[in-house]
T-cell receptor
Framework: SAVISQKPSRDICQRGTSLTIQCQVD?????MFWYRQQPGQSLTLIAT?????????ESGFVIDKFPISRPNLTFSTLTVSNMSPEDSSIYLC??????????FGSGTRLTVV | DAKTTQPTSMDCAEGRAANLPCNHS???????VYWYRQIHSQGPQYIIH???NNETNEMASLIITEDRKSSTLILPHATLRDTAVYYC????????????FGKGTRLSVIA
């Protein structure tokens, strides 16, 4: 199955700034998914990213706050914009090869101060 | 995708079998049952999946009831490294649809 390299692994950011998280997959994948995991909670889907089209956002998440890029079949970025302490979470990317397998990045632990 | 219900937490003695139940009473005919686990906020790790037959791999066994309304993940000889949150997920369609996570079961393996 695919292997995803996600970076940064963690960051501490000032409120009002933005952070871009990168995910690089070692093979071409059809879809990529971005999740947020708030402290002590389960994973919540933010959006689905297909190469060559705009990402599809879940209810409660908007493009202005979480812009996503998917320039090719092996790479995607998620930006957390105009951050506030409530954005402190772990952010994870995931990929699907179109079959049964899903792979996850190791996560980005974001703390906003 | 069908909703799943899992116990919030379970304990298991090291070396014993860990049996993690999952209810998915609204599962439809083309939906698979997936199990993932997450160890201390790392990315979720795939364990096993199945449609209606029991499945076994090097990590675990998956037992699905005949009516498919529930399943059990079995870790045959739990170790301390199996301490994690285990997620039972029902998913249909193709790999173009995302996994939707419930709250999962926090399994603590005790020495």
């Amino acid at each position: 199955s695919a292997v995803i390299s996600q970076k940064p692994s963690r960051d501490i950011c000032q409120r009002g700034t933005s952070l871009t998280i990168q995910c690089q997959v070692d093979s071409q994948v059809t879809m990529m998914f971005w999740y947020r995991q708030q402290p002590g909670q389960s994973l919540t889907l933010i959006a689905t990213a297909n190469q060559g089209s705009e990402a599809t956002y879940e209810s409660g998440f908007v493009i202005d706050k979480f812009p996503i890029s998917r320039p090719n079949l092996t790479f995607s970025t998620l930006t957390v914009s105009n951050m506030s302490p409530e954005d402190s979470s772990i952010y994870l990317c995931s990929s699907s090869t179109g079959g049964d397998g899903y792979t996850f990045g190791s996560g980005t632990r974001l703390t906003v101060v | 995708d069908a909703k799943t219900t899992q116990p919030t937490s379970m304990d298991c003695a090291e070396g014993r079998a860990a049996n993690l139940p999952c209810n998915h009473s609204t599962i439809s005919g083309n939906e698979y049952v997936y199990w993932y686990r997450q160890i201390h906020s790392q990315g979720p790790q795939y364990i096993i999946h199945g449609l209606k037959n029991n499945e076994t791999n090097e990590m675990a066994s998956l037992i699905i009831t005949e009516d498919r309304k529930s399943s059990t993940l079995i870790l045959p000889h739990a170790t301390l490294r199996d301490t994690a949150v285990y997620y039972c997920i029902v998913r249909g369609g193709s790999g173009n649809t995302p996994l939707v996570f419930g709250k999962g079961t926090r399994l603590s393996v005790i020495a």
